[in-house]
């Protein structure tokens, strides 16, 4: 009887050590596997020599989550610690399914999801000098960049129709050209005095704001009543659009574009399609999709807060630099009040007190007269004219890209991939 017992406690210490064995094998497998996750499909890619850093995020979201909740912030924040390029990892799919409930049945979707769809791959470059030569090469797909753009706004109809979002190029390059551009400036004069007025008083020195700051509280809500209407502009509707702001910007990246309106961005396209007075022809001009195309009145007003939403965009990143050359020249500044001095000192003594109460209006030919402010500004827009650009990689290849001083400040080559997607955000 000893004998088999003996033999029955070997097999035990056996089996014991067995399956110790498989759970320490089991154990470091996983370590490596969750250790290695951004390498390995189909939660993450297999890297190739030289590519930017990859923001992974969490397993199942990507970094949908951070960029939902402040883009600003998280952008920073990947700026500091990864430099001026790098990779977002995005979740394909629909917007409610990638924000589903942390819940079980929530979890359990997701995990399909992300095994079915996969994952998109965001090149992000921060650096405006690097972004200009980017944009404006061959590794980027620049041809269907209007298509790319209005698909971030849940327009199905519009989007069934090539013409129909040609359609909008024309619609704005003629509501802003002629007696129409006229009509705008007109009406930019008392927008941007009544905001400089109401923002910045006279005896403001404007301390411990930030450029950027300054340039939306200018550009947002003078371009709210500039382009819809005096009065669009109220306190709900800027609080609506400044909420609202970040959500088309990683649209295009993988999320799909025919997503569930939410209560902020439904409250905007209702409003902007109420009638008012001293709509732009611009605005009015977009109306004729609905007869042309058969676009519904709700997608015309989804147009139409596209335009604003890259209207006020691209204009906060130029009033942005354009500031901070200003602020940080003073031989330039020097020069324009000279320039400026020139122009309005015959049409009244004090001329800057005459531009802010509006006696003095500017007109086309009063920027025509100063050479150094358009030098400034055509310089912002050569250098600085990629605001969110986001664009398809058309094929593989390098892109130099300089890094912040506290990464060397030196340029560096970076692979990107074709198919993936690449974006521009100078204002950081």
């Known amino acids: 009887m000893t004998e088999p017992r003996a033999r029955a406690g070997v097999r035990q210490s056996a089996a014991s050590g067995d399956l110790a064995s498989v759970l320490a094998c089991t154990a470091g497998a996983g370590f490596l596997i969750w250790k290695y996750r951004a390498y390995i499909p189909p939660f993450g890619r297999i890297p190739r020599s030289r590519e930017p850093p990859v923001v992974f995020g969490s397993l199942l979201g990507g970094v949908a989550a951070p960029l939902e909740r402040d883009h600003q912030a998280f952008l ?14 995005l979740p394909c799919g629909k917007a409610e399914d990638i924000f589903r409930g942390v819940g079980l049945a929530g979890v359990a979707f997701r995990f399909f999801q992300a095994v079915l769809q996969g ?21 980027v797909d620049r ?22 979002v040609k ?37 403001a020195q404007g301390q411990g704001q930030s450029l950027q700051r300054v340039a939306g509280e200018l550009v947002i809500p003078a371009f709210m009543d500039l382009f819809f209407g005096r009065g669009f502009a109220t306190e709900a509707n800027l609080a609506n659009f400044h909420k609202y702001e970040p959500s088309p910007m990683f649209r295009a990246a993988g999320v799909d574009g025919r997503v569930p309106t939410g209560v902020v961005e ?40 596209a335009i604003l939403w890259g209207s006020t ?38 001329w800057r007190s005459a531009l802010r109460s509006g006696e003095i209006a500017v007109t086309k030919a009063d920027l025509d007269a100063l050479p150094e402010l358009a030098s400034v500004f055509w310089e912002v827009a050569r250098r600085y004219g990629k605001a969110n650009v986001v664009r398809n990689v058309a094929n593989d290849g390098l892109v130099v890209v300089a890094q912040p001083e506290s990464l060397g ?13 690449i974006s521009t955000f100078p204002q950081i």
């Open 76 to 89: 920073e924040e990947c700026r500091r610690a990864y430099g001026n390029i790098f990779l977002l990892r």
């Open 143 to 164: 041809i269907p960049s209007s298509r790319q753009g209005i698909g971030r706004f849940n327009v199905p109809t519009l989007m069934e129709t090539a013409e129909g």
């Open 313 to 350: 965009l691209n204009s906060q990143n130029a009033a942005t630099w354009t500031l901070l050359h200003l602020c940080s020249d003073h031989e330039l500044l020097r020069q324009i009040f000279a320039s400026m001095a020139r122009r309005f000192g015959a049409a009244a003594e004090d």
């Open 409 to 421: 400040h030196g340029e560096t080559a970076f692979a990107i991939r074709r198919g993936d997607w």
């Open 119 to 139: 994952f998109k791959y965001q090149v992000v470059v921060l650096d405006p000098y690097s972004a200009s030569a980017v944009f404006t090469s061959q590794i």
């Open 167 to 203: 359609a909008l190029g024309v619609h704005l390059r003629r509501g802003g050209s002629g007696s129409s551009y006229e009509a705008l400036l007109r009406t930019a004069n008392s927008s941007f005095r009544d905001v400089v007025t109401k923002t910045f008083p006279a005896d």
């Open 266 to 305: 439904q409250s905007l396209v209702r409003e902007i399609g109420k009638p008012r007075f001293g709509e732009s022809d611009m605005s009015r001009g977009l109306g004729a999709l609905k007869e042309d195309f058969g676009v519904p009145d709700e997608e015309v007003s989804r147009a139409k807060l």
